[in-house]
């Protein structure tokens, strides 16, 4: 019994610890159900959408307003979030930490302009935005509910 209690109780304070460190912004989700960039790249083969719960740890936030970030997938793969209906940001300075977002993931055609537009957005120099010359097809995800939490 006493074992339990003990079991019961680390539960508790590490619930507790992280809970205090996420936050939480859009429909409001729970940490649970998420998977890793890896299995994701695996469901999402093959489909051009997928709803979807995934976890993957921020590489880049938008320096204007935080309107979007850029999330490693793993693989050498990353993906661009926007939220969904632009109804809520994520702070600026979210780089490094981790990401639970719900919502759907899709394949898209960025045009030169709006990958002008991100890279301005993400700070870049004039001559790295010169060099963006062509469209690119990535993995885009739209965010209903997003939680960020240090690993």
């Not at 508790?12 to 859009?26: D, Y």
């Not at 695996?42 to 709803?51: A, M, N, P, R, T």
């Not at 709006?114 to 010169?130: C, Q, V």
């Amino acid at each position: 019994m006493k074992l339990y209690t003990l079991f019961f109780a680390v539960i508790l304070s590490v619930s507790s610890v992280l809970a205090q460190k996420t936050e939480s912004f859009g429909e409001k989700i729970k940490l649970d159900g998420a998977i890793e960039g890896a299995s994701f790249l695996k469901q999402i083969d093959g489909k051009d959408s997928l709803l979807v719960k995934i976890s993957a740890p921020i590489v880049n936030v938008c320096q204007k307003k935080g309107c979007w970030m850029n999330v490693d997938l793993g693989e050498g793969k990353q993906m661009m979030v926007r939220f969904k209906d632009y109804g809520f940001f994520v702070p600026k300075d979210a780089d490094g930490k981790i990401a639970v977002m719900d919502g759907v993931a899709f394949r898209e055609v960025l045009s030169v302009d709006m990958l002008r537009h991100y890279a301005e957005d993400a700070g870049k120099t004039k001559e790295e935005i010169e060099k963006i010359t062509e469209p690119e097809t990535r993995l885009s995800f739209e965010a209903s509910g997003v939680l960020i939490y240090k690993k």
